[in-house]
């Protein structure tokens, strides 16, 4: 079974700073890309950024050039930078592992992380 297992989300300011870290266990023979979504209350869970094991990376148009996903495949961990913060961003995000396969003939799976609470005041 894979895991993730997301840190540092937290209190922000707007202008402000914070790092989202999320890290795949278990099995994993390969992953194709991770991302992150985020729900904030009363929407629906939508797209943040996402990053191909090939360094590929889509951004949501409203955290272009605010925020930067970045991934350790070694690691099999995503990482989100988010700057310029803005009390919009408030949100549960959640660490997704697309197309992932723990051993070279398995089938690809999908798994979500647990997610973590951004709460950004102004």
């Known amino acids: 079974q894979v895991q993730l297992v997301e840190s540092g989300g937290g209190l922000g300011q707007a202008g402000g700073s914070l790092t989202l870290s999320c890290a795949a266990s278990?099995?994993?023979?390969?992953?194709?890309?991770m991302g992150w979504y985020r729900q904030a209350p009363g929407k629906q869970r939508e797209l943040v950024a996402t990053?191909?094991?090939?360094?590929?990376?889509n951004y949501a148009d409203s955290v272009k050039g605010r925020f930067t996903i970045s991934r350790d495949n070694a690691k099999n961990t995503v990482y989100l930078q988010m700057n310029s913060l803005k009390p919009e961003d408030t949100a549960v995000y959640y660490c997704?592992?697309?197309?992932?396969?723990?051993?070279?003939?398995?089938?690809?799976?999908?798994?979500w992380g647990q997610g973590t609470q951004v709460t950004v005041s102004s």
């Open positions: 997704n592992a697309q197309r992932v396969r723990i051993y070279y003939y398995s089938t690809y799976s999908d798994y």
């Open positions: 990053i191909t094991s090939r360094d590929v990376t």
């Open positions: 278990g099995r994993i023979f390969s992953i194709n890309a």
